[in-house]
Nanobody, 122 residues
C-alpha cells in the first residue's frame, strides 16, 4: 500500500518560515497532481495549494497566496510547501494529497498523508 509521509512541521514565531515535505513510499504518483490541505481544530479541512503533474501549473488559496509556494520533484516523487511570513491563523495540521485531477476539492484526491502539525505563535 502506498503511503504519503509528511515532514517539516513544528513551532515557529509569527513572521517565520517552515518548509514541509511529502514523500511517497514508492514511485507511483510522479504523474499525478499533488496538493496541500490544512485543518485547524474545530474547522473543516481546507485547500492550501496544488500543482499539476509537471509542476508548471500551481494554485493557491487566497489566504496563502504570495506567502506559500508549492513545488515538486518528480524524480523523488516528493512535493514541498515553502511557507513564509507565517501568521498565527496558519496554525493547523497540514496534509499532503495526490490524485489524478488538479483541484481545490478534497474529493479529487485519493491518497492522503497522516498530517504534520504547524503551530505559529504570536
Amino acid at each position: 500500500q502506498v503511503q504519503l509521509v509528511e515532514s517539516g512541521g513544528g513551532l515557529v514565531q509569527a513572521g517565520g518560515s517552515l518548509r514541509l515535505s511529502c514523500a511517497a513510499s514508492r514511485r507511483t504518483f510522479s504523474s499525478y497532481a499533488k496538493a496541500w490541505f490544512r485543518q485547524a481544530p474545530g474547522k473543516e479541512r481546507e485547500f492550501v495549494a496544488a500543482t499539476n503533474w509537471s509542476g508548471r501549473s500551481t494554485y493557491y488559496s487566497d489566504s496563502v497566496k504570495g506567502r506559500f509556494t508549492i513545488s515538486r520533484d518528480n524524480a523523488k516523487d516528493t512535493v514541498y510547501l515553502q511557507m513564509n511570513s507565517l501568521k498565527p491563523e496558519d496554525t493547523a495540521v497540514y496534509y499532503c494529497a495526490t490524485g489524478r485531477a488538479t483541484t481545490n476539492s478534497t474529493l479529487g484526491y485519493n491518497y492522503w498523508g497522516q498530517g504534520t502539525q504547524v503551530t505559529v505563535s504570536s
